[in-house]
Nanobody, 126 residues
Framework: QVQLQESGPGLVKPSQTLFLTCTVS??????????WNWLRQPPGKGLEWMGV???????YYSPSLKSRTSISRDTPKNQFSLQLSSVTPEDTAVYYC??????????????????WGRGTQVTVSS
């Protein structure tokens, strides 16, 4: 069974870059047709889809976050990472990585994803 685990700093200062890593076990991030997503949930709000890394290395981003977001991978470590630049307090959220057997662009229905990490709380504050 595929397992995902998010890691990264719990506190980031405004204007800094947030860097999170998702470590995958039980499956390869290069396996067809899987896609590896980042989503987040701000306090009191619904899930927001941020972007995805496909098995072939291609990436797709939410239009509202595209200018600040980058997703990359470390294939030997079977990890994929999220960078979010110029963070503000509005970026405070629980950040999740999730896997689906295909692209789910913009999808926020939890049932559309096959596996989820537990989530990691990120707070943006000075």
């Amino acid at each position: 069974q595929v397992q995902l685990q998010e890691s990264g700093p719990g506190l980031v200062k405004p204007s800094q870059t947030l860097f999170l890593t998702c470590t995958v076990s039980g499956g390869s991030i290069t396996s067809t047709p899987y896609a590896w997503n980042w989503l987040r949930q701000p306090p009191g709000k619904g899930l927001e889809w941020m972007g995805v890394l496909a098995y072939d290395g291609s990436t797709y981003y939410s239009p509202s976050l595209k200018s600040r977001t980058s997703i990359s991978r470390d294939t030997p470590k079977n990890q994929f990472s999220l960078q979010l630049s110029s963070v503000t307090p509005e970026d405070t959220a629980v950040y999740y990585c999730a896997c689906a057997d295909g692209l789910r662009l913009g999808v926020t229905d939890r049932g559309e994803y096959d596996y989820w990490g537990r989530g990691t709380q990120v707070t943006v504050s000075s």
